[in-house]
């Protein structure tokens, strides 16, 4: 996207979004919001490049200070993420590689996501992964702390807001579960 000016409250911009810490304080570093690895391969390149100074004004990535502590606290669940969704794009946890290399990768890389997704959140083993139509049992919890990052984060980059309280509602679905009339405002 097109980076433009932050003309927001410096002084809003003192703690970490996530804990709370005064980011003058602690180490702490950018973090990207959306979660760069769920943007898809091109994007990234051009993200890094414009990082790195390339004249590419639509490359700019969006980016917030957090502290670090929080910042790699967030890897495992946004890796976990990014199987989750992996496979449900690929629509397999052992994807072929010449159809689905990016999925075929992450997964296989992975094993332990893939194993613990082969478990349902409530202990019980799903035992039709083999049978159509593919279907996954996300720990909704992990899916709701990446979500509520990305808001946070959002919500900071583009408003300058720091919401540091837990939301009272957090709403996650599939489009394609969702009527079209919410989709087109989306
Ligand atoms: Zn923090």
Sequence with gaps: MRYVEDFSDE???AWCIHCG????SVPANRDHVPTK?????????????YDRGAEDPDGYLPQV???KECNAGFSEDENYL????HAVISGSFYPNSDEHPEAATVLRSNRHVVRSLKTRPDGQLSLFENLPPFTVYPDM????RVVV??????????IGEPLM??????MISPLTLEPDSKVSQA
């Design 65 to 67: 200070f957090t502290c």
């Design 165 to 170: 309280q837990a939301p009272t509602h957090v």
């Design 11 to 13: 002084r809003q911009k």
């Design 37 to 49: 690895s769920l943007l898809s391969k091109a994007l990234r390149q051009r993200g890094a490049d």
């Design 21 to 24: 810490s005064t980011i003058a």
């Design 141 to 144: 919890e992990r899916v709701k």
């Design 149 to 158: 990052k990305n808001a946070r984060g959002h919500a900071y980059h583009e």
């Design 82 to 85: 990014l199987c989750v969704l």
